[in-house]
T-cell receptor, first 111, second 114 residues
Framework: GQQVMQIPQYQHVQEGEDFTTYCNSS?????IQWYKQRPGGHPVFLIQ?????EVKKQKRLTFQFGEAKKNSSLHITATQTTDVGTYFC???????????FGQGTRLTINP | DGGITQSPKYLFRKEGQNVTLSCEQN?????MYWYRQDPGQGLRLIYY???????QKGDIAEGYSVSREKKESFPLTVTSAQKNPTAFYLC?????????????FGEGSRLTVL
């Protein structure tokens, strides 16, 4: 079945450093979504990427979708303490009815 | 305000007991989902429903049951057959089951088996 692998599992950075999490799928995706879950909270939608090679930015966050539509990344520039949480990618294959989530990357930040 | 309401937020259960987690949405979404989250792990799909009176098994359906009698409601029953039920359960919905569309999550229900 479809698998979505996400690395790293954990990342600890100093405030102000950059952070990147990577997502790889075993199959070609029709779209990929990213979610953020704050400690003790529930996942909240960040963005969806649909096109091959697509790049989207939200302030300090940059999202990329690979040319082959099998991988994606989330990059945070100059992390802040408000960025703490677990970031999940979730992919859908063509015509599928469900999202498959990666294991998530837990980001902690030293102020 | 529109959203998804899960209850209870915390639940304790003795081994051998069935429990039902409630999920209600007023977003007029067709598709609803139940996920299980264990510490340090991602979200695993238990059951999902595209339309009223229809639902499908997800990746870890064993020991769980659902119903979808109303568009707004998608309760999950954790049965005594579920061998390791202690977890954080998340209900989600989106406009349609296929294609694109973000998931809206409830705040979750934390189940502890004593």
């Amino acid at each position: 079945g479809q698998q979505v692998m996400q690395i790293p599992q954990y990342q600890h950075v100093q405030e102000g450093e950059d952070f990147t999490t990577y997502c790889n799928s075993s199959t070609t995706l029709s779209n990929i979504q990213w979610y953020k879950q704050r400690p003790g909270g529930h996942p909240v939608f960040l963005i969806q990427l649909v096109k091959s090679g697509e790049v989207k930015k939200q302030k300090r966050l940059t999202f990329q979708f690979g040319e082959a539509k099998k991988n994606s990344s989330l990059h945070i520039t100059a992390t802040q303490t408000t960025d703490v949480g677990t970031y999940f990618c979730a992919g859908t294959t063509q015509g599928a009815q469900k999202l498959v989530f990666g294991q998530g990357t837990r980001l902690t930040i030293n102020p | 305000d529109g959203g998804i309401t899960q209850s209870p937020k915390y639940l304790f259960r003795k081994e051998g007991q069935n429990v039902t987690l409630s999920c209600e949405q007023n977003l007029n979404h067709d598709a609803m989902y139940w996920y299980r989250q264990d510490p340090g792990q991602g979200l695993r799909l238990i059951y999902y429903s595209q339309i009223v009176n229809d639902f499908q098994k997800g990746d870890i359906a064993e020991g769980y049951s659902v119903s979808r009698e109303k568009k707004e409601s998608f309760p999950l029953t954790v049965t005594s057959a579920q061998k390791n039920p202690t977890a954080f359960y998340l209900c989600a919905s989106r406009v349609q089951g296929r294609g694109t569309g973000e998931l809206f999550f409830g705040e979750g229900s934390r189940l502890t088996v004593l």
